[in-house]
């Protein structure tokens, strides 16, 4: 176990520069992963106009789409994208020349979890400004609400995505399986349309952290009179998660390829 010395606040500020540097080094990925939100906001926002929703109490749609695609960016740059980096490094030796550096494990982990916030922080601003600009969507009631649910999110997905990449046998393998689940939770939890909270699928969808997610993020966004900007239990729903997903982590975390030969 590292311990925790003077100096090591430098060496994550130094490695969260790399993964910085290694993000923006390819392009594509960059803007695919950071723009991707954003397209799906301008075309269901787009579609969707002024009308309002008696699921959502008469709010507009769209004050509904903004915070719901902001939990979207988040859980996509720390599962998605963290996950399947993290099985490619493995299985291409990286992690395993990392383990042999004289860099402390725990500098590795703290700087790839700010660097995913950094990502998600990125796209959440480019939203609300989306959200703001383009379609006068009424901001948070409360910030501070916002961004603990924001950055409960990220702690919570960032360990669901370390946790599954324990789970994923080989790099091909890794963006099948983690679109596969992700995608399909995002349809069931509610993202592209509002549910009803009393529905049979709501409730499934609230044992599972992307419904909670989308909640925590959207409830700052509700002004109707009686609502609270604090979704505490949907945070609470997301920190379990979170605390399943360091276990799995712990536990199963793997610094060789799986592959033998």
């Known amino acids: 176990m590292n311990r925790v010395r003077k100096g090591d606040a430098g060496l994550v500020a130094r490695q969260l520069y790399y993964e910085q540097l290694l993000f923006w080094k390819n392009p594509f990925r960059a803007v695919f992963t950071i723009g991707f939100s954003v397209i799906f906001l301008l075309l269901l926002a787009g579609s969707v106009g002024n009308s309002r929703s008696s699921l959502l109490g008469g709010l507009r749609e769209v004050q509904y789409y903004v915070p719901g695609f902001a939990a979207y960016g988040v859980m996509s740059a720390c599962f998605n994208t963290l996950a399947i980096s993290l099985v490619v490094r493995r299985e291409t030796g990286v992690l395993k020349r990392l383990r042999l550096s004289p860099l402390p494990t725990w500098v590795m982990v703290a700087s790839t979890f700010l660097s995913s916030l950094v990502v998600s922080l990125l796209e959440v601003i480019v939203l609300l400004l989306v959200g703001r600009l383009a379609f006068s969507v009424t901001l948070p009631a409360n910030f501070l609400a916002f961004v603990v649910a ?16 324990t789970v994923i046998p080989n790099e091909e393998a890794a963006g099948p399986i983690v679109s596969i689940v992700f995608f399909v939770l995002l349809f069931l939890s ?17 044992y599972f952290p992307v419904r909670p997610m989308i909640l925590a993020t959207f409830a700052p966004f509700d002004r109707l009179p009686g609502t609270s900007p604090w979704a505490w239990h949907d945070i609470a ?11 799995v982590s712990v536990r199963r975390f793997a610094w060789e390829p799986h592959r033998s030969g």
């Open 150 to 165: 924001i950055v409960v999110g990220a702690v919570c997905f960032t360990a669901m995505g370390i946790a599954a990449s």
């Open 237 to 247: 729903v997301m920190a379990i998660w979170g605390a399943a997903g360091v276990v």
């Open 190 to 206: 509610g993202l592209w349309y509002a549910l009803t909270p009393s529905s049979v699928l709501a409730k499934v969808a609230g």
